[in-house]
């Protein structure tokens, strides 16, 4: 039977044995012990050698950012942050998934969290995905932005564009998302004749912060989408959370639609549903990217497209690179996927087929 060892590092007293008890409430779980800050949780670390961490990203001596660069660079293993909604909290914990966090956890009422209870689910989902996740890429691969070079854009010939087709990216992923955005975003050019749409599963307000990190990293404009905004080439948009992200068309243009209706597959936003208002659309060439996540979403709807817009071209993360091969893995079960790539190669993969026109 299966036995995953947790270390939960965090300040309030509280919080250690909710988690602790919330864990070993599932028999797959052993939690080893806890820890109060972080100097206390590495020490623990080294010495209970446990095969995932939970962390508080506000905590004395030592905070979860910091404990969290020394576990990625002495004690590589999976961790789970446990982050309030402020606007600190939500910079950090984007932070802390560019620094190797494989996944994240919100509180749910700030620091105290008393109706922590309400999230048992997650953590147990979140606990036990991140002890399944691919690592290694994590381990090897850190991520520096000052010199990495875009990729050029090479319009196609006229030949090749006879259709005259405009172009539209959709972008799907869930656990290791952010990371794996910013190694794709980062390299865009700042002319990729396209506007990009974005689904990233995360809870409302994280989605803020992860927008504003990627505009800061990338030479295209990252942000935050808006109901109702006209979307333009070199931009891309990022549905807030608890947000379905769709378009429509207005006129000649195309417009976002945001909007709550319900859950998809308890998503919200959802892949599938971004993905089949592609389907919609006229004299448009689709581009869809499913990278790292948990779950099947996207699968449905790149179906859905393609059975529609026979034009469209998918691109999926492979599994060497996925931190959670779920996603990925499901797109390309469908057969309707065109290149599976390293997330390091997803970026020139695009724009290839960009400027090629043909998949």
């Given at each position: ?40 949780g590495l ?7 446990p ?5 508080d ?24 942050m ?8 939500a ?5 802390a ?50 010199d ?14 006879e ?18 955005l ?15 749409l ?14 504003k990190?990627?505009n800061?990293l ?11 905004e ?18 429509q068309k ?15 597959n ?15 659309l006229?004299n ?13 979403d996207?699968?449905?709807?790149l ?7 026979q034009?469209?071209?998918?691109i ?14 499901a797109?390309?079960l ?21 400027g090629?026109?043909?998949?």
């Open positions: 039977m299966i036995n995953i060892r947790v270390l939960v590092i965090d300040d309030s007293a509280f919080m250690r044995k909710m988690i602790k008890d919330i864990l070993e409430h599932d028999t797959r779980f052993t939690v080893l012990g806890t820890a109060r800050n972080g100097e206390d020490q623990k670390i080294k010495q209970l050698q095969d995932v961490v939970t962390l990203i506000e905590m004395p001596k030592m905070d979860g950012l910091t404990c969290l660069q020394h576990i990625m660079k002495e004690h590589p293993l999976p961790v789970v446990l982050s309030s909604l402020t606007h600190d909290g910079e950090s914990t984007i932070k998934m560019e620094y190797g966090a494989v996944d994240f956890i919100e509180k749910p009422s700030g620091s105290i969290s008393l109706d922590i209870n309400i999230k048992q689910e997650e953590i147990i989902q979140k606990v036990y995905e991140s002890f399944k996740a691919n690592l290694k890429e994590v381990q090897t691969d850190n991520l520096e932005y000052e990495i070079p875009t990729i050029p854009y090479e319009p196609p010939s006229r030949l090749l564009t259709k005259n087709l405009k172009k539209i990216v959709a972008i799907g992923t869930s656990t290791g998302g952010p990371r794996a910013q190694q794709v975003i980062t390299k865009l050019p700042v002319d990729i004749p396209a506007p990009i974005i689904v990233q599963h995360m809870p409302a307000g994280f989605t803020k912060s992860l927008a990190r990627l800061v990338s030479d295209i404009e990252v942000k935050e989408a808006e109901n109702g006209i979307i333009r080439k070199g931009v891309a948009y990022i549905a807030p959370g608890n947000y379905h992200l769709k378009v207005v006129g000649l243009s195309l417009a976002i639609k945001l909007d709550q209706s319900d859950t998809r308890g998503h919200r936003p959802s892949v599938d549903i971004m993905l089949e208002s592609l389907a919609n006229t448009y060439q689709a581009y869809t990217i499913i990278m790292t996540g948990m779950g099947s996207g699968a449905l709807g179906h859905y497209l393609k059975s529609r817009a034009q469209t071209i998918a999926t993360e492979s599994s060497d690179s996925a931190i959670v091969y779920g996603m990925p893995k797109a390309v469908t057969n309707k996927v065109e290149h599976t790539v390293h997330v390091k190669d997803i970026s020139y993969t695009l724009v290839n087929v960009m090629n026109n043909k998949g």
